[in-house]
């Protein structure tokens, strides 16, 4: 079992920062794919980006490519998303995901679907 838990969202301007941190506990010596989705309200949940710990590929949505910077530290087993240039679209909630195998995905799709452990997700919220 994997049990993963979110910090650091919150309210910042468009154009400002916001740094978000998954602690990941339980099986920690396996390799996961783990990764970070977002879900606006109305909306389906997206995949925003993703890696394996055991490899170097690394998923960006398109939305983001260029603004935010997924990275996982091994020692502390704690995965962060750090998102700059934030925009109001950027509003949603933000849940840390993570699965036994290694990440894959199709064109610039990352399916929830194919993720086994879930945080309870963190708000952000980017106003303009």
């Known amino acids: 079992q994997v049990h993963l838990a979110e910090s650091g969202g919150g309210s910042v301007q468009a154009g400002g920062s916001l740094k978000l941190s998954c602690a990941v506990s339980?099986?920690?010596?396996?390799?996961?794919?783990v990764a970070w989705f977002r879900q606006g309200q109305g909306d389906e949940r997206e995949g925003v980006a993703a890696?394996?710990?055991?490899?170097?590929?690394?998923f960006y949505g398109d939305s983001v490519k260029g603004r935010f910077t997924i990275n996982h530290d091994n020692a502390k087993n704690t995965l962060s998303l750090e998102m700059n240039t934030l925009k109001p679209e950027d509003t949603a909630m933000y849940y840390c995901a993570a699965d036994d195998d290694p990440c894959w995905w199709v064109g610039s799709r990352l399916e929830p679907r194919h993720f086994r452990y879930w945080g309870k997700g963190i708000q952000v919220s980017v106003s303009s």
């Open positions: 890696l394996y710990t055991g490899g170097s590929n690394i």
């Open positions: 339980g099986r920690t010596t396996s390799k996961l794919c």
